[in-house]
């Protein structure tokens, strides 16, 4: 009924689970029953040990595999050594088949933090048999017909549902959405960073120009001592945009020794890094920022006449 569909594994989810190994214990996030084809549809990849088989799940048996996460917190460094040994989730003996490859945090959700049973021993366990899933996950033939597997699912639950588009009492969630819809929001994002880095250098460009028009004032008399010796107005420009060159390139500095500061802690999960590329741009920005805001003190120094820059107290 749906060609275009290559695999799907129902999941059934348990909530407040916590696993115990000896003296550790460990809250896990996320608890799953599933078939052994929720590995291949996820593209799971193993750290060390195996995937539950088919076996397993017909026959029940109490097996797990569990993420990076849960088995790092209960056996420590060496989560290899999971691999055999007996955990209790929620006081029920399992034994750990498999711990799951690193797949690292994404902001608040942590998927390494993850404990997968087949599908039976999570009704004999902790769900019961409901008559209902917490999700199915499927996959498509191949990436050119996920609309169309969508569709087939649709018309299939539709019709066993007695819904239709109007009243649905399910969601598919087609993963190509998603990333558009991840995409538009980071583009989002980006823009409105962009702005308030755009507003910042415009307040540091003023800041820049107004300590500049400062030390103008305060050395009116040099500026009137070097014109009357000879100095051209192009050399009066250039003395003080190379001054406001440096100030802002310090600046620049200054900022890029806080961000490889700030990149050795981790936000939200994420541990931050810094680009090569983003140096040298923040360097540019900065010396076009002092050039730019520098013109004007510039100028001003250089239409001074020799004879009131003399004359000034």
Do not use: C
């Not at 639950?157 to 588009?165: E, F, G, I, K, T």
């Not at 980071?186 to 960073?193: C, E, S």
């Not at 806080?258 to 360097?283: D, I, K, M, N, R």
């Not at 900065?286 to 050039?291: D, K, P, T």
């Amino acid at each position: 009924m749906a060609p275009d569909v290559a695999r799907t594994a129902p999941i059934v989810q348990a909530q407040g689970v916590t696993a115990t190994y000896t003296s550790a214990t460990h809250s896990v996030a996320s608890f799953l029953g599933t078939t052994s084809s929720y590995f291949d549809i996820t593209n799971s990849t193993m750290a060390s040990g195996a995937f539950f088989t088919e076996a397993d799940q017909q026959a029940g048996n109490p097996v797990a595999v569990i993420g990076n996460t849960v088995a790092s917190d209960l056996f420590g460094a060496a989560t290899s050594s999971a691999v055999g040994q007996t955990i209790q989730l929620n006081g029920q003996n399992f034994t750990v088949s498999g711990v799951l490859a690193v797949k690292g945090s994404t902001g608040l959700n942590d998927p390494d933090d993850i404990v997968v049973v087949p599908f039976a021993a999570a009704q004999n366990k902790f769900t019961g048999y409901a008559p209902t899933l917490a999700s199915i996950t499927v996959q498509a033939a191949s990436a050119d017909v996920m609309n169309q597997a969508q569709n087939e699912i649709q018309m299939i639950l539709d019709a066993r549902h007695h819904v239709d588009s109007t009243n649905r009492d399910y969601q598919v969630r087609n993963q190509a959405q998603i990333l558009t819809t991840a995409t538009n929001t980071t583009q989002t994002l980006t823009i409105l960073l962009g702005a308030v880095a755009a507003i910042s250098l415009l307040v540091g460009g003023i800041g820049v120009m107004n300590i500049m028009l400062v030390t103008v004032t305060e050395r009116t008399r040099e500026i009137g001592i070097r014109k009357a010796i000879g100095a051209s107005r192009g050399s009066i420009v250039t003395q003080f945009l190379i001054e406001s060159l440096v100030i802002s390139v310090i600046g620049g500095v200054a900022g890029i020794a806080v961000g490889f500061a700030g990149s050795a802690f981790p936000v939200l999960g994420v541990q931050p890094e810094v680009q090569a590329w983003t140096v040298w741009l923040s360097l540019a920005v900065s010396a076009v920022i002092g050039l730019v805001f520098g013109v004007y003190p510039a100028n001003k120094a250089a239409k001074l006449r020799p004879i009131d820059a003399l004359r000034y107290e």
